[in-house]
């Protein structure tokens, strides 16, 4: 019995160290996604007629612009207050009119900016406005500057805006779009910029008829910084979410996720992995949102008149 109560100490060591090493061996066993992008699956689909442009405020409102054919028709740009409202098919809480509205964004204060391509090639601002606790937008002013095809649009930390001119290939920013129409022209020769995100001051600019997704650090004065590019085909909408980029390709039907860690060298030398998620339809918008239990994505599907819903 000595000798048994003299080993027990040896042998309970022996099997704590055999324990720990079993658990190491399994960790390293267990498979691991070196993407580091979830796996997403469509959740819900709601009906909303031909949507285009999405954006989703810091409070978690949603906005959706309506693109009506023929040219220059007037479509409707929707307002809900949560995700949550728009997918379980509440009435939105307010409706305003815009004209070839393909891209929307709102500013770090909730105020809310249309860029409408079409015939008045301008971006319109609406100012939100909160009396006895009920929000509200109202015009507020119009930015016409020369624009040819204005798309993306999208805010800094500093709430500067960003603007895509398509046509004349730049990229344009407002240091104070809210009072002023004061801009400066960023940098040029993209190849059609459409589609425009920026998260934790990093920008992100799509290329259409370069096939080329461009990410950019931004500095202190609202320039760019250093710059890479990731080749993908047609890309027209982006959105970007902590380090996950999605951007969406309508005619071919489908949204490319990207982790923004691995995007950090030359398209020639890309060597990051990417995922797809397939539609049935055209897809231009697109916006990530907060839920309870992590994030998930809005997708335009815009010939389907659907938006649907994607959730890890």
Known sequence: MKTIKKLAPLLFLLLATGAIISCKKKANSEPTDSCGIPEFQSTTVVDVSNPCGLAVSKSGKVAVTEYKQPYGTIGTTKIWNSYSDLLAKKAPVQTLQSVGAEAIAFDNEENLYITETEQNARIVIYRMKTVNGISSYQYWRIIQEGFINPRGIAFDSKNRLYLADDGKDRLLRFDDPLNNSNLSVVAAV??????????NDTLYITGYSTDRLYK???TAT???GKGVIVSLPKLVDVAAYGNIVAVASPGNKRITLLNSNQIQTTESNYTGCTKTLTGTGDIYGLAFVKTPTGYGILASHYNQNKII????
């Open 190 to 199: 993209f190849g059609s910029p459409k589609g425009l995100a920026i998260a």
């Open 216 to 218: 950019y650090s931004l």
């Open 222 to 224: 609202g320039g760019l």
């Open 309 to 312: 819903f994607y959730q890890p």
